[in-house]
């Protein structure tokens, strides 16, 4: 258990911009053990005041696709222009690896000897809400130690990818040209939640191909978007020529800059961290209750009474909401 | 209060097909007064075993696109072939005429008058939540009474198609021919979770946009739809000149016929049966949770301290979750 000055010390540590008081603190907040929460929420209540001041950016997309080289490229381009870039991965369950994607140590090599870039690979095991809210709070960390571009990393395929669009700014899907074969890989809707479509690989041959996907898409959104406002944008690019890079970027610090100025920035901010408290709440009360063992049971004799057909769904939620607050 | 007596003989006269009997039974269903519930609860015990025998439909659409036409026609050609069909509406809170749209009482005029038909408009007023459950409990009543096809019908503005589109076999979105600019008044995200696009007023000088939005909307459809499976159906009809209608039941017959052989009818039913039984229980004890006094009194509270940086969002919730149970 760490001591009160303990705390202060990574604490100091990462608003000086410590790299590794910054991993520490993020270690204290991953972790499972009981006084280890403790101790990292009382980390996270010092630094919340000294978060915030950054572009939050989720980038999704399957394995293959190019997000490694895209994020090097661009993180790359903002360290270039003084920004300081951190890279945050999540990857709650990943079906290739079997462990972390991010496990990959050739990846963003040159980025990871910039002392400006922080990159932080997936954090392993746990549920989805676990998950995130570790990354949620981990976002907080690297702004506290003055980072001013956070990215984070999701592999397209899961349900964390709308955990992630609800925790940042912008929420960036990259595709493969080539259209609806490409896709074969992606979660049904997540094109749904996504502010920007990046289409990669726009070099050489596939140019042409990349050209008329943008086209499709950009149809395709038009169509699909309904009442939801301005459907999202679709820019091309090609991580590996770093080509298309700056210019996705820029649009993005522009719409920064229009929010920002219309105090939407703000108040979605604001809305994010508020309905942030409320789900977590949910999440671990309902947790609570399907992991509480009298309700597990009571929930077994009731799916097989409702298979028969001698109780009603009503009756049965009554019955077992009153299982589960008879014992409190 | 109805007495057992009373409740032996709505259910007999459900099981006889008497549509007063049906009435009365639904109005127990979507009653609020706790007495009502139960003993509607009680006469749903009764009729769950002869429920079940049909097939669900929901049928969606923004006010104007002939959702009731479509349904009239529809449903007077399933009665000449021999089916009794049942309409419900769900529509929790019409932003267009302050309460039912079912209000309108020419509509269906046709479809009213036949001996097959059961019409039954909206319940007015209540949480989404509850007109879910009682659309649910309403179709299982309509099954009992002999219906084989229940058509369940939602304006498409609004969260309720979610809950439909999960309580039903099929989910069908109609839209006008003219693509992007034909869809300004729909939710995002309908398409998705849509089984079939119907796109009405498919006639005279409309016929060409309709043939090319139906191309736009295939082509949409295959780059959206992702690993989710099969694109949704696209199909052209008149509700008007009543063309296209047969072709889109049969689609629909054939396709339950293809889900029976396979088992997966019977399976995805039983699905939705116990996740209509998770998500009740859910539902109501959030509802307990954030209906309590003390837990909303100290939310309130703990969102100022996160505004201000002095509570992270975990805490927060770990306090709110204990105020809760610990008063139980």
């Given at each position: ?34 006084e ?63 462990g ?89 809707g ?25 086209k ?71 947790q ?13 004799q ?27």
């Open positions: 258990m760490k001591s009160g000055r303990d705390i202060s010390k990574i604490a100091d540590g990462i608003l000086e911009g410590n790299r590794r008081a910054l991993a520490r603190g993020i270690t204290l907040i991953e972790s499972y053990r009981e280890d929460i403790e101790v990292g929420q009382q980390l996270l209540e010092r630094l919340m005041n000294a978060s915030g001041n950054s572009v939050r950016l989720g980038i999704s997309g399957v394995p293959g696709v190019g997000k490694s080289t895209f994020i090097e490229s661009m993180g790359l381009d903002l360290v270039d222009q003084g920004h300081r870039v951190a890279v945050l991965a999540v990857d709650p369950s990943s079906p290739y690896s079997g972390s994607i991010m496990g990959d140590k050739t990846r963003m090599q040159n980025l990871t000897q910039s002392a400006s870039a922080f990159i932080r690979p997936s954090p392993t095991g746990g549920t989805l809400g676990g998950v995130a809210r570790r990354t949620r709070e981990s976002i907080m960390l690297c702004e506290a130690a003055g980072y001013d571009v956070i990215i984070v990393e999701t592999v397209g395929v899961g349900q964390s990818e709308y955990a992630v669009a609800d925790m940042v700014d912008f929420f960036l899907v990259m595709l493969l040209p080539g259209g609806g074969d490409a896709l074969q890989g992606i979660k049904k997540i094109i749904e939640v996504a502010d920007m479509l990046v289409i990669n690989k726009a070099e050489g041959d596939q140019l042409a191909l990349a050209k008329a996907a943008k499709e898409y950009q149809q395709a959104l038009k169509l699909i978007s309904g009442n939801g406002g301005v459907p999202a944008e679709v820019m091309l690019c090609s991580a590996l020529e770093r080509t298309g890079i700056k210019e996705i970027w820029q649009n993005l610090a522009d719409r920064t800059e229009e929010l920002k100025q219309s105090g939407e920035f703000e108040q979605r901010r604001n809305d994010q961290l508020l309905s942030w408290m409320s789900r977590l709440t949910e999440q671990s009360l309902l609570r209750f399907w992991g509480d063992e009298k309700v597990r049971k009571l929930a077994e009731c799916r097989n009474q409702l298979r028969e057909g001698t109780l009603t769904p009503l009756q049965a939620s009554k019955k077992l909401i009153s299982e589960f607050l008879r014992e409190r």
